[in-house]
């Protein structure tokens, strides 16, 4: 079965600092990665999947086959980042995600 | 704009009790699902439906049953809560194997 591990329950960085956000997946195929976000009082919401390989408010992930990784990062954190963020993993041609536990960032003034 | 609409924002209800959390979708989506979240354990799948009638159990569904009649609507059924069963749930619903659209959540909370 796959899994997906977020070591990180919070983190805290000061504006403009960079941050990095960790994710290490288990899964025997071809997984799908994704970055969900939640911002205070604010629905979940796609943050990036790697599949677009595209930048999201700063963001940018690179999926690590050798390490299975796909860790989150942003060269300079801003205060509007401060959110609970979510790593998930669809595997194969699954419809369903799995989830890590999340990562409550929280960017310092 | 997708919208995912869960009926009740908060509950509260005793052991022993039925419980029914409701979702609506409006973007004909054929997959919905409900998720659990707790703080330290992420989001943990319950139960979900890729069409009308049809279920598949996710990782965590004891407890727990789910209805769908009709395209748009998916509801979650608490038989005889429990008071570990005490959590925020969301509903999600995509299209195939694409983005998941989330509801705002329901806060349950079993006395």
């Known amino acids: 079965a796959q899994r997906v591990t977020q070591p990180e329950k919070l983190l805290s960085v000061f504006k403009g600092a960079p941050v990095e956000l960790k994710c290490n997946y288990s899964?025997?195929?071809?997984?799908?990665l994704f970055w969900y976000v939640q911002y205070s009082r604010q629905r979940l919401q796609l943050l990036l999947r790697?599949?677009s390989r595209e930048s999201i408010k700063g963001f940018t992930a690179d999926l690590n086959k050798g390490e299975t990784s796909f860790h989150l990062k942003k060269p300079f954190a801003q205060e509007e980042d401060s959110a609970m963020y979510y790593c998930?993993?669809?595997?194969?041609?699954?419809?369903?995600?799995?989830f890590g536990s999340g990562t409550q960032l929280t960017v310092l003034p | 704009d997708v919208k995912v609409t869960q009926s009740s924002r908060y509950l509260v209800k005793r052991t022993g009790e039925k419980v029914f959390l409701e979702c609506v979708q409006d973007?004909?989506?054929?997959?919905m699902f409900w998720y659990r979240q707790d703080p330290g354990l992420g989001l943990r799948l319950i139960y979900f439906?890729?069409?009308?009638?049809?279920?598949e159990k996710g990782d965590i569904p004891e407890g727990y049953s789910v209805s769908r009649e009709k395209k748009e609507r998916f509801s979650l059924i608490l038989e005889s809560a429990s008071t570990n069963q005490t959590s925020m749930y969301l509903c999600?619903?995509?299209?195939?194997?694409?983005?998941?659209?989330f509801g705002e959540g329901s806060r349950l909370t079993v006395l």
């Open positions: 899964y025997s195929g071809s997984p799908e």
């Open positions: 973007m004909d989506h054929e997959n």
């Open positions: 999600a619903s995509s299209s195939g194997a694409g983005e998941l659209f």
């Open positions: 790697h599949i």
């Open positions: 439906s890729y069409d009308v009638k049809m279920k």
């Open positions: 998930a993993l669809r595997p194969g041609s699954a419809r369903q995600l799995t």
